[in-house]
């Protein structure tokens, strides 16, 4: 069976044989190293490290290691990939990863080659962020059942995920030590352990106030948790967590689900604020991105919701 759905690729994945002991420990290695060296992200060695055991443990079903690869076999495994219906922009990464590993062993000397040289990355489309209109993003928001806990915390994160403008990342990571209720700001740790302040805005204060106050003392319980927001068993709530209950939330609403994505609510936050005037300069520094170039992609959504509105309205459009 070729897996060509995300079930059908997990169940796949997890059939495969373990990565052998000795890639195990060349992957820890170079994650230390290179964590050492450039000061990554946890996210970004998260995602090192699933792509590199994703690659030993299909070498390992091919009675292969990480120091015998050639080219072809790196070739071979980006054709399985595109066979399985990986995106271009996941099998981009993982060939990102791959260089980044074998580098740093031709660097130090532990291999005379590397396989991924010569290797073009696949072709990326410029796809357009997905954001929600602002009428969405209000049923989205009343969505929640506010008389319990969960439904409290969720109307919080929603809030302040959209008034902030903060990837999902920092969202579930935030401490509550980052709060300031007092100046209304929040201080986040985003990519490449950049912090920054962050205003959250009256409104999103209000339900956070009001989380802090109502539902996290039930949550946590009588335990002393760093994290802000908290499951329903006190334990810090993963990004897979607050994604399926976005999803949950954004179905109650009555909002297409292809319309929802991880990012949706920071997506949208950066095109209203462009809709209703916003300096791009300033909009780059609320959402922490390193180069303009980045921030510049929520004007051609701006410039697509215009036209859209143009087509609608214009008589003679």
């Known amino acids: ?22 890639d195990s420990m060349r992957i820890a290695r170079f994650l230390e190293r290179i964590w050492g060296e450039s000061g990554l992200s946890r996210q970004t060695l998260d995602s090192y490290r699933r792509d590199l055991d994703g690659f030993a443990r299909w070498l390992q079903g091919r009675s292969l290691d990480l120091a ?42 532990e291999m005379g080659h590397d396989p991924t040289a010569l290797i073009d990355p696949p072709k990326l489309g410029r796809s357009l962020p997905k954001a929600l209109s602002e009428s969405e993003v209000e049923a989205l928001l009343n969505a929640p059942d506010l008389e319990a806990p969960a439904g409290l915390r969720d ?12 990837r999902v990342s920092e969202l579930v990571n935030l401490p509550t030590v980052a709060v300031n209720l007092r ?24 339900w956070l106030e009001r989380y802090l ?14 994290p802000l927001f908290l499951t329903s068993g006190g334990e810090a ?7 399926a209950t976005v999803k949950r939330l954004a ?30 300069r300033a909009l780059q520094m609320l959402l922490g991105h390193s180069s303009l170039s980045t921030t510049q992609i929520y004007t051609l959504v701006a410039r697509e919701g215009l036209k859209r509105l143009h087509q609608q309205h214009h008589p003679r459009a």
């Open 68 to 109: 015998g690869v050639q080219r072809q076999h790196v070739f071979d495994y980006l054709a399985a990939r595109t066979a399985q219906n990986y995106a271009a922009r996941s099998n981009a990464r993982l060939l990102s990863s791959l260089r980044a590993y074998y580098a740093q062993q031709l660097r130090l000397g």
């Open 251 to 280: 179905a109650r609403a009555g909002i297409d689900p292809a319309k929802v994505s991880p990012h949706g609510l920071r997506h949208s936050f950066a095109t209203h604020l462009l809709n209703h005037g916003a300096d791009l």
């Open 183 to 206: 100046q209304g700001v929040l201080r986040v740790m985003g990519k490449g352990s950049k912090e920054r302040l962050v205003p959250m805005g009256e409104e999103a204060q209000h």
């Open 1 to 22: 069976m070729n897996p060509r759905t995300p079930a059908e690729r997990r169940q796949y994945a997890q059939g495969l044989p373990a990565a052998a002991d000795i």
């Open 155 to 166: 109307r919080a994160m929603i809030e302040l995920m959209y008034a902030a403008g903060l």
């Open 213 to 226: 106050a109502e539902a996290r003392p039930a949550l946590a319980g009588k335990r002393n948790l760093a």
């Open 237 to 243: 709530l993963s990004r897979q967590q607050f994604w």
